[in-house]
């Protein structure tokens, strides 16, 4: 048999082996996990620039359903934070800065303070019984100390979900 030909017959069987009528690909598999991720409200945190040079911060921040969507899951990451740090957090209602806030999401007895450990890194969670919003304007928001909590450290703006 001519190369030519043993090619062309080669290149035959590759194509119908490719498009087998008969192969079925496994359905596609999906868990309530991924129902909430269309559902899920994203913020990058940075220390504000009046404090630039002294604190910088920075960290992400979300939200989301729980998983019957009776209440609202806020989680927070912190990096670059003092070790040994004890931070108090939020999430408010509005946007990052002092005009705009219109309040704790929740209670304040949801938001557990953030404990730095010796990476300079901190993650908390909060459980707010309240529907995860649709609409709206919020942010996530970290004090310098229980005793200095009119200075912020860290701030973001969530941005809502993508469809």
Known sequence: MSPFKL?????????VAACNP??????????????????????????????????????????????????????????????????????????????????VFGSTEAYSPLHVDSDAQATGMAMVPIATPRTGEYFVVVYASAANSQAVVACGNLAPPTS
Request: glycine share 8%.
């Open 22 to 103: 008969f192969h079925h690909a496994s359905a596609v598999q999906m868990s309530a996990k991924d129902a909430t991720l269309n559902s899920r409200w994203h913020a990058n945190l940075a220390s504000p620039a009046t404090l630039a040079g002294a604190v910088q911060m920075n960290g992400s921040a979300s939200m989301a359903p729980d998983t019957d969507g009776s209440r609202t899951d806020i989680t927070v990451n912190l990096a670059n934070a003092t070790p040994g740090g004890l931070h108090p957090w939020a999430m408010h209602y509005g946007q990052c800065g002092p005009t705009t806030d219109r309040g």
């Open 7 to 15: 090619l062309a017959v080669s290149l035959t069987v590759l194509a």
